[in-house]
């Protein structure tokens, strides 16, 4: 019988290559000599790949993020870290939600300019390590208390721990905004 060895590997590292589209990365190398899925080194030998790195480069959209990756690993489902700072993103894509093993995610050094964007990562229950500075909601007032208030399970933001008291003040803020959300409306139904 034959036996099958996994390994973990360091990430599969396309960054700093000038990829428009995750798609262009099928075309690529990846640096420090990953093997991928076509290029296993014996027979029944796979590398487990559970973090990926697509920093530095000119990606504006990640629709096409579920099909490069089956096409570059083994097991898309073990990806458990992505890297997409220092890219061209202005909005986040629902495909990063077929990434249920999510916990680290960076988006810093983008153009995401909306919070409602963040919401979309609410579907990622195992998300603990989020970036988002370095995009222009970084500036919106409330931009912390939102995203805690909105991803709870998040330990880390922004290279910061996040603490029970942030968590404490997030919750607040949350509720304080939902009142004057209530009395707004009340106002202009007068």
């Not at 000599?33 to 959209?61: H, I, P, W």
């Not at 061209?88 to 495909?95: A, F, G, I, Q, R």
């Not at 960076?106 to 500075?133: D, F």
């Not at 919106?140 to 933001?157: D, N």
Request: net charge positive.
């Amino acid at each position: 019988s034959k036996q099958w060895y996994q390994r973990r590997v360091r990430a599969l590292d396309f960054s700093f290559k000038n990829l428009a589209t995750l798609s262009d990365s099928l075309e690529e190398e990846p640096r420090k000599g990953t093997k991928l899925k076509n290029m296993t080194l014996q027979e029944g030998y796979t590398e487990l790949v559970t973090a990926v790195r697509y920093n530095n480069n000119s990606l504006s959209e990640l629709g096409d993020l579920s099909p490069t990756m089956s096409a570059l690993v083994f097991q898309p489902s073990a990806i458990s870290w992505l890297d997409f700072s220092f890219n061209e993103l202005t909005t986040l894509d629902k495909v990063l939600l077929e990434f249920g093993n999510l916990t680290t995610l960076y988006l810093h050094g983008n153009h995401i300019c909306s919070l409602a964007e963040v919401k979309k990562l609410s579907g990622l229950p195992l998300l603990r390590t989020l970036t988002l500075h370095g995009n222009p909601i970084e500036n919106q007032e409330g931009y912390r208390h939102f995203v805690l208030s909105t991803l709870p399970s998040l330990k880390q933001l922004d290279f910061s721990s996040v603490t029970k008291q942030n968590q404490r003040d997030a919750e607040n803020w949350k509720k304080l905004c939902s009142k004057k959300m209530k009395l707004g409306k009340k106002k202009a139904a007068e």
